[in-house]
C-alpha cells in the first residue's frame, strides 16, 4: 500500500517556473516507475512525464519536451517535476503516479497502481 500527496501547484505567469513535489510513503518507493499525469477542465487526463524505477530513463509528452524535467530522489521517497516556460496551455491539476513492478515507465494510465490527490497549477498571461 503507497499513499501518495502532491505539493508545490499555484498561481504563476506564463514564461515562469513552478516545482511540483509528490511524496511517497512506504519503504519500497525505489521500486516504483513514477509519472506525472495532467487534466485540464473538459479534456482526458493525458501523461506529462515519467522517471524509470531504476535505469534513470526519463519519457516526456512531446508538449512539455525542453521545459519539464522529471527526477527522484529515492532517500527521500520523493518524485519532482521542475516546469519552466510555463504556457497558458499547461494549466491543469497535476497528478503523479506509481507503476509497481516493471522498469520502464508508461504512458498508459490503466498500468499505474497508486495515484495521487492532485494539484492545482494555474499560468495567467
Known amino acids: 500500500q503507497v499513499q501518495l500527496v502532491e505539493s508545490g501547484g499555484g498561481l504563476v505567469q506564463a514564461g515562469g517556473s513552478l516545482r511540483l513535489s509528490c511524496a511517497a510513503s512506504g519503504r519500497t518507493f525505489s521500486s516504483y516507475a513514477m509519472g506525472w499525469f495532467r487534466q485540464a477542465p473538459g479534456k482526458e487526463r493525458e501523461f506529462v512525464a515519467g522517471?524509470?524505477?531504476?535505469?534513470?530513463?526519463?519519457y516526456y509528452a512531446d508538449s512539455v519536451k525542453g521545459r519539464f524535467t522529471i527526477s527522484r530522489d529515492n532517500a527521500k521517497n520523493t518524485v519532482y517535476l521542475q516546469m519552466n516556460s510555463l504556457k497558458l496551455d499547461d494549466t491543469a491539476v497535476y497528478y503523479c503516479?506509481?507503476?509497481?513492478?516493471?522498469?520502464?515507465?508508461?504512458?498508459?494510465?490503466?498500468?499505474?497502481?497508486?495515484w495521487g490527490q492532485g494539484t492545482q497549477v494555474t499560468v495567467s498571461s
Open positions: 503516479a506509481a507503476r509497481r513492478g516493471p522498469v520502464r515507465v508508461t504512458g498508459t494510465e490503466s498500468e499505474y497502481d497508486y
Open positions: 522517471i524509470n524505477r531504476s535505469d534513470g530513463g526519463t
